[in-house]
């Protein structure tokens, strides 16, 4: 199983970027795959979740209209667009494959985001 993180970068505040998730090793589509974040010095925080049987979404509060999660699954990617950016958002972000509740069992290596003027 892997999960490889792209996209990440340093963008100005009011800023977008969209981060892309490529995994290979499982049935991509049938499991929840989500996005959780850790700021510098803090601890991780959940960010988005994509159901695999529901094809639904969700998202915490503070990423609500700004950040929009998708997935293609002829592809095996995962994605977060990300707008409206603000200097609290700088984070590693990771892709993980979501288990159950806050559960996940496999990670991506994360990639950086910098918002920053």
């Known amino acids: 199983v892997q999960l490889v993180e792209s996209g990440g970068g340093l963008v100005q505040p009011g800023g977008s970027l969209r981060l892309s998730c490529a995994v290979s090793g499982f049935t991509f589509g049938i499991y929840d795959m989500s996005w959780v974040r850790q700021a510098p010095g803090k601890g991780l925080e959940w960010v988005s979740t994509f159901s695999g049987a529901f094809d639904s979404t969700s998202y915490a509060e503070s990423m609500k209209g700004r950040f929009t999660i998708s997935r293609d699954n002829a592809k095996n990617t995962l994605y977060l667009q990300m707008n409206s950016l603000k200097s609290e958002d700088t984070a590693v972000y990771y892709c993980?494959?979501?288990?159950?509740?806050?559960?996940?069992?496999?990670w991506g290596q994360g990639t950086q985001v910098t918002v920053s003027s």
């Open positions: 993980a494959r979501r288990v159950s509740g806050a559960t996940y069992d496999y």
